[in-house]
Nanobody, 125 residues
């Protein structure tokens, strides 16, 4: 069982930056895939970015060029660097892990087995 704990959320003004971290503990799936997801009030959860076991990354169109997902296997940490934040980025951000043999697309939330509880990001205009 994988345990995930997010940190690094907070309140920033539009144009600012935040670094989110996800601490990983417990059993790691072989060839694991991890992603960041977010849910704004009144909206469905959506995929933000994912990173495959080989390090390849995928981003939602809304965050391309502004967000970067990376991981440190030795430190068992997944991170999301967010720049040029916008009010529409306001949401609860969660990290998730998938044990699927092929890294699930960002819109296949159901394929991610383990989830953290989330960290709040608020961007003011």
């Amino acid at each position: 069982q994988v345990q995930l704990v997010e940190s690094g959320g907070g309140s920033v003004q539009a144009g600012g930056s935040l670094l989110l971290s996800c601490s990983i503990s417990g059993y790691m799936y072989p060839g694991f895939c991890m992603g960041w997801f977010r849910q704004a009030p009144g909206k469905e959860r959506e995929g933000v970015a994912k990173i495959d076991d080989d390090g390849s990354t995928t981003y939602a169109d809304s965050v391309k060029g502004r967000f970067t997902v990376f991981k440190d296997n030795a430190k068992k940490t997944l991170s999301l660097q967010m720049h040029r934040l916008k009010p529409e980025d306001t949401a609860t951000y969660s990290c998730a892990a998938s044990s699927s043999s092929a890294c699930p697309h960002l819109d296949r939330l159901w394929a991610y087995n383990s989830w953290g509880q989330g960290t709040q990001v608020t961007v003011s205009s």
